[in-house]
C-alpha cells in the first residue's frame, strides 16, 4: 500500500461496523484496508501495477471464446425460435 499520511474519519451504524470486521476478519485484513480496497474498486484510483496485475490474472483464465458471429448468434435469439 502507498503511504498512508491522510486520515478520515467514517462513521459506520453498528450493523455495518459489526459486518465490515467479519468480512475483513474474514479475509485476514483491517476494517481500513477493507475500505481503501473498496474505495478503489469504486472510483478506479488503480495504480499501473494494480491494473497490469489485473490484466495477468485475466490472460490466465482459460475460457472458451467463440468467434464475434459465433457470438453474436448465441446472443441474439433466432426470431423463430420465438414464435409459437
Known amino acids: 500500500m502507498d503511504d498512508l ?3 478520515t474519519t ?3 451504524t453498528p450493523d455495518l461496523h459489526r459486518h465490515l470486521r467479519q468480512v475483513a476478519k474474514q479475509r485476514g485484513v483491517s476494517i481500513g484496508e ?3 480496497e473498496a474505495c478503489i474498486a469504486q472510483y478506479g ?3 499501473s501495477e494494480r491494473r497490469l ?5 485475466m490472460a490466465r483464465l482459460e475460457l472458451p471464446v467463440g468467434t464475434p458471429q459465433h457470438m453474436e448468434r ?3 435469439a433466432d426470431p423463430d425460435a420465438l414464435l409459437p
Not at 53 to 57: F, K, N
Open 53 to 57: 496485475r489485473a490484466v495477468r490474472e
Open 45 to 47: 484510483i488503480a495504480g
Open 34 to 36: 477493507l475500505v481503501r
Open 5 to 7: 499520511s491522510k486520515k
Open 74 to 76: 448465441e446472443s441474439v
Open 10 to 12: 467514517i462513521l459506520f
